[in-house]
């Protein structure tokens, strides 16, 4: 049976689309059949994630666990198996997620807000001129209603 043991990232690289978490052993331990296992950088050594999915790109990866002479090999997709892994990466990877439907979503508020602001201020720009008799004005602030 494998368990996580500690999962830290010696270094996280953030790109446009992708997130690197560079591993290392003093940083990533596995319990395997009850004995401790250091990473080590054998073939693997970090996971790509995808910014906006939130997807592990690099699934089919090989990381390699070692213990004296003895060396375990895991493919990435595998670990997402393992009771707390996926929870520990998604804590790391999380501050550098892309929630793109929340900005948009966002966005149109703070759209509907201003617009709405820029709409009152032209009313009362419209009832100063009905106040001060300013006809010019008048049909001039109607105009961009």
Do not use: C
């Not at 997620?97 to 820029?118: G, K, P």
């Amino acid at each position: 049976m494998q368990a996580l043991e500690t999962l830290e990232p010696y270094y996280i690289k953030a790109y446009d689309e992708h997130i690197h978490i560079v591993l290392e052993k003093n940083h990533f331990t596995m319990l395997i059949d009850n004995e401790e296992y250091k990473f080590h950088s054998i073939v693997a050594d970090e996971i790509v994630i995808n910014r906006k999915t939130q997807q592990i790109e690099n699934v089919d990866d090989t990381v390699a666990f070692k213990k004296d002479e003895t060396v375990k090999y895991f493919k990435i997709g595998k670990l997402i198996y393992i009771p707390k892994f996926l929870n520990e990466l998604t804590a790391i990877a999380e501050p550098y997620y892309i929630y793109e439907h929340q900005e948009n979503d966002e966005q149109s508020e703070t759209d509907q807000l201003l617009e709405r602001l820029e709409k009152d201020n032209v009313k009362r720009l419209i009832d100063k001129a009905l106040d001060e008799r300013n006809e010019e004005a008048f049909y001039m602030l109607m105009k961009q209603l």
